[in-house]
């Protein structure tokens, strides 16, 4: 496991950094799917970003907006809510292209992986995966 995530960052520092038209395109009007446990969507209608998440069994869902900052970063500033109350967070994630593969890691410091593999495939879906829930999820929190 170790050499592959070694071999995933080296693979991923000889990559560039993916334009912000480039992560304007890979993100708009689509989910991103984390697991079984929560999807975020990112709107392109005034850039709004909803997410929700059942992490650690605990509901919560985040309302905000997403934006680029350049150098390949995707970010979203949302307030969360969940049965611990209210907390608003900024979360960024960097990408890299080489060829068909784009790179993601959580910036500052998360491990690269590949977000989009060469055949294309990824947790993005078209659609908005997220806003049903967390309309869901706010009646109940």
Not at 95 to 118: C, L, M, T
Request: net charge positive; charged share 25%; with cysteine.
């Amino acid at each position: 496991m170790a050499k592959t995530v070694k071999k995933t960052g080296d693979l991923a520092a000889k990559a560039t950094a993916v334009s912000d038209e480039g992560i304007y395109q890979l993100y708009k009007n689509r989910s991103w799917l984390w697991g079984n446990h929560g999807a975020a969507y990112f709107a392109v209608a005034k850039r709004q970003f909803a997410a929700w998440s059942t992490e650690d069994g605990k509901p919560s869902y985040g309302e905000g907006i997403w934006f680029m900052p350049g150098s390949g970063k995707l970010c979203f500033r949302a307030t969360w809510h969940g049965s611990w109350g209210a907390k608003t967070s900024l979360s960024c994630f960097e990408h890299r292209n080489s060829g068909k593969v784009i790179y993601q890691r959580k910036s500052p410091a998360g491990e690269w992986y590949a977000f989009k593999d060469r055949h294309g495939k990824s947790d993005l879906r078209n659609g908005d995966y997220a806003s049903r829930k967390v309309k869901r999820f706010k009646a109940k929190l």
